[in-house]
Structures are given as C-alpha cells and as structure tokens.
C-alpha cells in the first residue's frame, strides 16, 4: 500500500442543487496527495458535478472546499491560480477547432511559459499519447479516441498536480480504452499526480485507483479500498452496484463465536458474522466465490447444497450458472469447466462456498 | 444595347471616373466596416459573456435594428451634423467621413447581432474546456473567437455587402459631390435620372462583380 499525506483535497458538507433536483447532499470527502481515487456511480448520481466542483468550474450551493490547506473562496482571481493547479479531462472530448499542436500548446501559452519550453513540452508529451505524427493535423478531424488522447495529452502537458478525469473511456472502443487506461497507470507511476477519476466501469476503478468511493444519488455511501467494496458492500444499494449478484434475505438463527447460521426459506448457510440471533439479514454470496461438483466433495468449506441447475449462459470465458438449491444462487465457472460437467438445465450439482465467501449486512425493517 | 457596350468599353479601358468612383466606393465602405468590427466584436463578445438584467431584450433591440431603414440614419446623421444641428461645428457633413459614418451605424446592430450568434454557436463544453485548463476570462473569450471566427468573419462580409450597397444614407449625407463624395450607387441613382447611361452600367456591372466575390467569400467560408 502506498501512503498519502492525507488532506490534500478536502470537501466537507457539500451539497448543490440544479433546479428542484439535489444532486449532492452532504457529502465530504477528503483525498491525500497523490492518491489514485475512483468515484463509482451509476448515471446520474452526481460524479460529474462534484468533479465541476472540485475544479473549481461551479460554486456549490453549500459546503466547503480546501485545496493543499487552502480554504477555496467562493469567487475571486484565487480560483484561477488554484484551478490552474489541476487538470480536468471531461467526458466527451471537446478539442479546439485547432491544429492538435496549438490544442496541446494552449494551456501553457495561457500561464505565460516561454515559447521554447512549450515547443519541447508539447513535442515530448505527443510522443507519449502516440500522436507525434499529428501535430499539424487539425484537431477535429480526429477520431474519437484520438481526439480523447489530444485531451489527455493538453491536460497532462501542464503536469498538473491533480488530475479529474470523468469517463475518461466512455464512448471509446475496447482498443482506445485499454490505451486510454494504460496512459493514466503509466501518470499514476511518472509523476506523483493526485487522481479523481469518475467511471461507472467497476473494473476499472479497481484497475486504476487506490481507494474507491460509492457515489449513489448524490451521496457518498461508501469509501474503501476494492476488495473491501467488492466482498463487503455496506447496504444493498452498493451490492447491487458492485455486482453482487446474490442477494439473499435471512434471518440469523445462531451465533457460535463469529459463525452465524443463518436461516435461508429453511436451509442453513454458516457465514462469519458477528450479528446475534434473531437479526434479519441479507447474505451476499459473490458468483466466483461458489464452485460446481458432480459430487459432494469433501472440503473445509462449510456450506455445500444438492441443487438443479435451471439455466447457463455464455459470457466469453466464463460461463453464468443460475441453479436451485431450494434458493436462487448465481455461480461463475470457465467455460471450460462448465462442459466438463457437462452443465445444462436440469442437471443435478452440489453447490460449494466457503463461510468467510459469505458477506452478511443488515436488512433494515421499514 | 448601346449603351451596355460603351459601359463594357469603360470598364475595359479602367475608365479615371469609374475607377475613382469605385475606388472610393470601397474605402468607405472598408473603413466603415473595419471600424465597426473593431467595435462590434469586442461589445459583442462582452454581452454574449456576460449576464445582465435586460440582455434578452438588448438582443431583441439590436435584431430589430438589422432592417434600419438606411435614409432614416442619413435623416437622423443630417439633422445632427447640420450647420444648425449640436454636431454643425464638425463641419464633416458631405464629406467621406460622414458616410463612413453613416455605414457605421447602418451595419453596427447586424455586426453586434451575427457577432452574439457566431458566438452563441461554440458550445459550452469548450468554454468549460477552456476554463479547466486554465484560461482567464480575457483568455476564454479570446479562444472563443477563434472557435467562431468563420461565422465572425461571415458577419464582417455580410456587414460589408449591407455598406457597399446602401444608396440612401450615402446619398443624404454624402450629397454626391463630384471628385469628393460619389460613390457607385449615388452615382448609378444620380446619372440613370440623367440618362447618363453607360457610366451607371458599368459601376453596376463593378457592384455585381463585387457582390459575386463576397458571394464566393462566404460560400468558402460556411463550407468550412
């Protein structure tokens, strides 16, 4: 893990309205320098807006920002001098009616840098996103990705100290993507640049980031690094969103020392929890975490269940297995595993997870 | 037909009238606009960028003023530059400086206005873009321009097109005077009641040229 001098962006209580529509609430969030951060949200849950925040490109309806210790005013020439220290990549490129050279060069030219040193800066960064044959090429006749990395390459040619990035690949094709992704991890690494990154792409903020945020209709749900988001979702919203593709509801019936039983429509599943009896819950079993038999196998896993498989769809690699076991579960196996067992609708199989696969988090009562 | 030949023959033998007549047609008509654009831009530019009570109804004005009737500026410059009138003391009534004048505020509100809208068309995004990566405000509104500069520079041409071919104003406080301040269409409205013929064909013919080049101009342009 790397360690961050923590509190290099601070936003605390913020909130902003559009019309009668909250778009935040409440939120704070405090980021350390150079730190790698990803705000993971569906549409619409606000990333952009607390990104155009942070950028200092709207004042928010309540709420405070500090940058580097700095309390930010809510107007004034120290917005400029702040926002100059960032950079900000929106979601869909929007290059200058230029030649991709001056695009690249304009940020500099507007802090007043010397002729000479923009010419290298620019030469050595259009090197880098693999654009150095484009130079005078106008910007708008670029395709989509490469008008993306132009983008890139104008924000990060001012080596900025913080970088927003909001979906960064959103409209790109898997080839640009992966470019794309690949051209912020080698930033991450360079330079000890501070990254808020907003995706709706939960794999790539587990690629990229450090520590992610949940960001759900405004609010920050829930802050933590991606195996802690992934296998223990605070509420069911975040399952959801993280992919949880079992949720089921329970109630515990038994706890031994951090082994709860937990009552499923009549079948007993043991998970690590520290929830006494007679809490309602739900139990959130991740799909790779259950693996497929002929037979009941003998292992330390603690659950195992005879059920029938009722459906297997082929995704790439792997192949999605919805069975029965008196329950609904959804299982991931390789595909090739899946026609070794010869899986089908119908076949009989044993259903095998561990007790600490098992993530309990409560049910509130309405 | 006669006289259409003899209009030919003038325009072929580059005519000392017909030259200087177009010659002058043209700075006025050039200085007017260059000087209106160098005013209307700017103001244009700051009322696009900036929010002000009123600024919807300003802009409504100004695309009101695009139909100004041009001798109700010769009427309202006459009355104000008359010996008589607050401005007299100027003596600069039926001189070029007038027309100059005159053509200014004839084409000021359509340059304001295709101004506002040029701008108007570069979208928010790129001013956001802009201010992210750290432009002022002079800077953004700068690299604005730059985005809208054909449809800018297509206002200018339309400006000028308007100037070049108003008679009434030109006429009103130009007076027509020869060697002073004729130009093409107070000549062609003058000599045509004269029977003068051939003289208003072949600046007619110069104007229609001048008009097809401005034509070709902005076609180039939009396609851009």
């Not at chain 1, 587990?206 to 988001?229: E, H, K, P």
């Not at chain 1, 019936?253 to 429509?265: H, L």
């Not at chain 1, 299982?331 to 696969?357: C, D, P």
């Not at chain 2, 600024?55 to 009355?79: A, D, S, Y």
Request: charged share 15%.
């Amino acid at each position: 893990m790397k360690s961050f001098s923590p509190n290099f962006i601070e936003v605390i209580d913020l909130s902003h309205n559009y019309g009668e529509q909250e778009v935040l609430q409440g939120l704070s969030l405090s980021i350390g320098k150079g730190e790698v951060f990803a705000l993971i949200g569906p549409t619409g849950a606000g990333k952009t807006t607390l990104l155009r925040i942070i950028d200092l490109l709207e004042v928010p309806g309540a709420g405070e920002i500090y940058f580097d210790g700095n309390f930010i005013p809510r107007s004034g020439k120290q917005r400029l001098e702040i926002r100059r220290r960032m950079s900000f990549i929106h979601q869909k490129p929007q290059v200058f009616n230029l030649s991709v050279y001056d695009n690249v060069a304009c940020g500099l030219r507007w802090r007043g840098e010397k002729r000479n040193g923009i010419a290298d800066k620019v030469d050595h960064i259009l090197e880098i996103v693999g654009l150095e044959g484009y130079k005078n090429r106008n910007a708008r006749t670029l395709s989509g990705g490469e008008a993306q990395r132009v983008a890139l390459a104008r924000s990060l040619v001012l080596e900025p100290e913080v970088l927003l990035l909001d979906e960064p690949t959103a409209n790109l094709d898997p080839i640009s993507t992966a470019k794309i992704e690949q051209l912020i991890s080698y930033v991450a690494r360079q330079s000890n640049t501070t990254m808020i990154m907003a995706t709706h792409d939960m794999s790539q903020g587990q690629q990229l980031a450090d520590r992610i945020g949940i960001l759900l209709d405004g609010r920050l749900v829930q802050t933590g690094n991606a195996t802690d988001i992934f296998h223990s979702p605070l509420n069911e919203e975040v399952a959801h969103f993280v992919g949880m593709e079992n949720i089921i509801e329970g109630i515990i019936i038994a706890n031994n020392e951090g082994i709860a039983t937990v009552n499923i429509g009549g079948n007993a599943i043991q998970a690590v929890s520290n929830y006494p009896a007679g809490k309602e819950v739900y139990t959130c079993i991740r799909p790779e975490d259950i693996t497929l038999a002929l037979s009941r196998t003998q292992s330390s896993a603690r659950n195992s269940f005879q059920a029938q498989v009722t459906q297997v769809t082929t995704l790439g690699p792997l192949s999605r297995v919805e069975i029965n076991c008196g329950f609904r579960l959804v299982a991931l196996v390789t595909k090739i595993s899946a026609e070794e067992l010869n899986l089908q609708a119908g076949r009989e199989v044993y259903a095998t997870f561990k007790a600490t696969g098992v993530h309990i988090m409560e049910r509130k009562t309405s | 037909m006669d006289s259409l030949t003899k209009a030919i023959e003038l325009l072929i033998s580059f005519d000392r009238d017909v030259m200087e007549i177009a010659g002058r047609s043209l700075s006025i008509s050039g200085t007017a606009c260059l000087l209106a654009s160098l005013i209307c831009i700017p103001l244009g530019s700051l009322i696009h960028f900036h929010h002000f009570p009123g600024k919807r109804v300003l802009i409504n004005i100004i695309q009101t003023l695009f139909f100004l009737p041009t001798v109700l500026v010769g009427l309202f410059l006459l009355v104000l530059l008359s010996r008589t009138g607050p401005l007299g003391e100027l003596g600069i009534l039926f001189t070029p400086t007038a027309m100059v004048i005159g053509q200014m505020i004839l084409i000021t509100p359509l340059l304001l206005g295709l101004t506002i809208s040029a701008l108007s068309g570069v979208s928010k995004e790129i001013v956001d873009t802009a201010t992210s990566l750290g432009a002022s405000g002079f800077q953004t509104i700068w690299l604005v321009l730059r985005e809208a500069r054909y449809a800018v520079l297509v206002a200018v041409l339309i400006g000028f097109g308007r100037a070049i071919s108003e008679v009434g104003c030109a006429l009103m406080v130009g007076g027509n005077i020869k060697g002073a301040t004729r130009i093409i269409t107070t000549v062609i409205s003058l000599e045509a009641g004269k029977g003068n013929l051939e003289l208003a064909m072949a600046l007619g013919i110069i104007l229609l040229f001048l008009a097809l080049i401005i034509n070709i101009a902005l076609n180039r342009l939009q396609q851009r």
